[in-house]
């Protein structure tokens, strides 16, 4: 019986019945008990009375049957003389002679003491078996008080049907029966209203932590009173509302934490003591490039990140487990660091591991600029320096004295230094470039005006060459806000560009194209092009394709890196395109100013 219910109302219908029939037990046992003494009292009564009325004035058998042919006894109730001396014969009345009196009563008023019997089954006239309750009462003779048994004359005895008594038992049992069951069908109604007033509550706190447990806590349990049932309801109430604030509270850090772990640039992975994957962000997975990491023991992922496969919730007393690892490993062309830290519960032992890990390409690959950009000036100046010194050397040990060789050598020292000189500043202005110091003198600038101011400027070289510049300007005015300067520097360095990298009777030309937004210029020459692989590192300082023929040229080998700067810090762009042996084309593209809106501002102003 799972119900607490059923339990209830059992119990309730186990104790009325219980109540009930005991009630119903003992009051049939007391009308039970109270008729049989009634009984006794009347049978008395009429004994008493025929012992009066006929034992005293009549002394013959005949005598005695006349008597009782005249008395009326009730209906029910039956009397008999016996012969104290005869046991068992009957002196009246007639009808009673061939009777058989064997009673326990009859017995007792035998041996001179009234007898009584509450229960005895006879025959009666019509030789119908009954039950009666019998009386049996001693006459004496005069001698009476001498207390012998044999003294005894008569008996007289007397009888009552009990058939009439036993059925007012009987109904009297069918009405507490009938008792009984209504009070149990009383009590089990109202144990069943009673139970579920109390039963009620704790189903629906049970349904409420049910569904607690399922996350739903949100539904507030309805308190029907301030009994301890109530008190409980209140509490769960209260605690569900906490609940729900805590757990509301927990979600919103863990999706702020998701949020940020998957937006992240860096990968993070983390694995608990048994080695399983319970988190892992999308840039860790792209970095790895392992495929599905659920299917990855964590040993091959530590392996593959260069870390030992090591259980650290068996060494999570040893003092270098719980230090944190680092290691860079190059995956294909990406090096990738990671950092390994595992992570404790409350009792200092190992949960798991927390793995972070970065791309570190573009530090690497910057490092490296570094270094080579160091090496690369270390070995432009060293180169300078040491003609200079070579050449100071030789006049120092005695070409000062021949002017004819000692003016050559002055003028190759002159050259080196100016070279020197062309580097420091070139450095000096990337320097600048790099820490924002370079201040703009912005103005409106004609675009074709500048193209052919810069075409002008370098025209002189193309021709010593032989080589053909053809200049085709936009077919309307183009008005760029830039510095004019440091434009025009930037176009006498992609102009002379082409012009010292194209062989003699080469065509160069100079084109703007003009789009919605946007003016682009082309400056495209057939010289011996740039290979694809070196196409993107073109404006890296001191990146030379051929360092051999550009050191041979003059230049310093940061020309176009510096041109880069100055188009990026106004905003534009530069870009290359070529194919090895069909020249170089130099793309520069300007955002168009919208000059009419310029001249209205101003007339605004004032200007």
Same mark, same amino acid.
């Given at each position: ?24 037990? +003992? ?22 009375? $025929? ?28 009397? &008999? ?19 058989? +009196?064997? !009673? ?9 003491? #009234? ?19 019998? &009386?049996?009462?001693?006459?004496? /003779?005069? #001698? ?31 009405? =507490? ?25 704790? @189903? ?19 308190? &029907? ?46 694995? #608990? ?22 299917? =990855? ?13 090591? #259980?650290?919730?068996?060494? /999570? ?9 680092? /290691? ?7 090096? =990738?660091?990671? $950092? ?45 320096? *040491?003609?200079?010194? *070579?050449? *100071? ?21 002159? /050259? ?11 450095? %000096? ?50 008005? @760029? ?10 176009? *006498?360095?992609? =102009? ?11 065509? @160069? ?8 937004? &946007? ?26 394709? !051929? ?12 020309? %176009? ?47």
């Amino acid at each position: 019986m799972k119900s607490i219910k059923l339990k209830l109302v059992m119990i309730y219908l186990t104790l009325v019945f219980i109540v009930m029939i005991v009630s119903g037990v +003992f009051m049939l046992l007391q009308t039970k008990s109270n008729e049989i003494n009634k009984a006794e009292h009347q049978l008395k009564e009429y004994a008493s009375a $025929i012992e009066g009325q006929i034992l005293q004035s009549n002394s013959t058998q005949e005598e005695f049957q006349a008597a009782f042919r005249n008395w009326k006894l009730p209906q029910g109730i039956q009397g &008999y003389i016996l012969d104290g001396r005869r046991q068992n014969q009957t002196l009246a009345p007639e009808e009673s002679v061939h009777m058989r +009196f064997l !009673d326990s009563s009859i017995i007792s008023a035998l041996s001179g003491q #009234d007898g009584f019997n509450a229960s005895k089954k006879d025959m009666d006239a019509n030789n119908t078996l009954k039950e009666w309750i019998t &009386y049996a009462a001693p006459v004496f /003779s005069e #001698d009476e008080e001498s207390g012998d048994a044999q003294n005894v004359l008569y008996v007289l005895y007397m009888r009552m049907d009990a058939s009439a008594m036993n059925e007012n038992l009987s109904e009297i049992t069918v009405t =507490i029966c009938l008792m009984v069951l209504l009070a149990l069908l009383l009590t089990a109604v109202l144990g069943f209203l009673l139970a579920n007033t109390l039963t009620r509550p704790i @189903i629906l706190l049970t349904r409420q932590a049910k569904n607690m447990a399922q996350g739903s806590l949100n539904q507030e349990i309805p308190v &029907y009173g301030q009994d301890e049932i109530g008190q409980l309801t209140e509490t769960i109430n209260g605690m569900a509302k906490a609940l729900s604030h805590t757990i509301s509270t927990i979600e919103s850090e863990k999706n702020k934490v998701e949020a940020v772990l998957n937006n992240l640039t860096d990968g993070v992975l983390a694995y #608990d003591s048994r080695g399983n994957l319970i988190h892992a962000n999308a840039a860790g997975i792209e970095l790895l490039s392992l495929g599905d990491l659920l299917k =990855i023991p964590a040993s091959a992922v530590l392996s593959h990140l260069g870390f030992e496969n090591r #259980d650290y919730s068996k060494e /999570s007393n040893r003092k270098e487990s719980r230090e944190s690892k680092e /290691s860079t490993i190059a995956i294909g062309d990406k090096f =990738i660091s990671s $950092i390994l830290t595992p992570y404790y519960n409350a009792l200092g032992q190992v949960e798991g591991i927390a793995i972070v890990i970065q791309d570190v390409t573009k530090l690497t690959k910057l490092d490296n600029m570094r270094k080579e950009f160091v090496a690369n000036v270390s070995h432009e100046l060293r180169t300078p320096l *040491t003609t200079v010194k *070579t050449y *100071t050397e030789t006049l120092l040990d005695g070409a000062l004295e021949e002017p004819s060789v000692a003016e050559g050598f002055l003028k190759v020292v002159f /050259s080196e230094a100016e070279r020197m000189t062309l580097l420091v500043q070139d450095l %000096l202005e990337l320097s600048r470039l790099d820490n924002k110091q370079l201040k703009l003198n912005l103005e409106i600038v004609d675009l074709n005006g500048l193209l052919r101011h810069s075409v002008k400027q370098n025209i002189v070289l193309a021709e010593k060459k032989r080589q053909k510049m053809l200049f085709t300007p936009a077919e309307r005015e183009c008005f @760029i806000e830039a510095d004019e300067n440091r434009i025009n520097q930037v176009l *006498t360095n992609i =102009i002379s560009n082409s012009v010292k990298y194209s062989p003699e009777d080469a065509a @160069i030309s100079i084109s703007v194209e003009t789009e919605a937004d &946007y003016y682009r210029v082309y400056v495209k020459d057939n010289g011996m092009g740039i290979p694809r692989e070196d196409l993107q590192r073109i404006f890296e300082r001191f990146y030379r394709v !051929d360092k051999a023929r550009s050191r041979a040229m003059g230049g310093t080998g940061l020309g %176009l890196a510096i041109a880069k700067e100055i188009m990026e810090a106004h905003g534009f762009r530069i870009t290359a395109r070529s194919e090895l042996g069909k020249g170089a084309t130099m793309i520069l593209r300007f955002t168009r100013c919208d000059t009419a809106a310029l001249f209205l501002d101003g007339d605004e102003d004032g200007v």
